[in-house]
């Protein structure tokens, strides 16, 4: 079994204030909880910086196919808890 997080966006107007980090923070401390012991996730190219900062290691690009026939490019990145 592994946690999910769908999603985490931050507003502009929010952005480089430790809000992301704050989340980050609360959704690892909910899965340590509950007894995880690894957490991965796709991160946005924007969104890498931060996990990356954060103790997460990036393992290989994945794209995410959308439904107007474009991709989105992420990072798989994982991390043990």
């Known amino acids: 079994m ?12 929010w952005a480089r204030r430790g809000v ?11 899965a340590r909880s509950a ?13 890498a910086k931060l996990f990356g900062a954060k103790g997460y290691v ?4 994945i794209s995410i196919p959308l439904v107007n026939g474009e991709s989105l490019p992420v990072i798989h990145m994982e991390k043990p808890a």
Do not use: N
Not at 5 to 11: E, G, L, Q, R
Not at 58 to 61: N, T
């Open 20 to 30: 992301g980090s704050l989340i980050l923070q609360a959704c690892e401390d909910a």
């Open 2 to 13: 592994m946690p999910i997080m769908a999603s985490a966006t931050i507003h502009p107007d």
């Open 58 to 61: 990036a393992v290989k690009p």
């Open 35 to 47: 007894g995880f012991t690894r957490y991965e996730m796709g991160a946005t190219l924007t969104g």
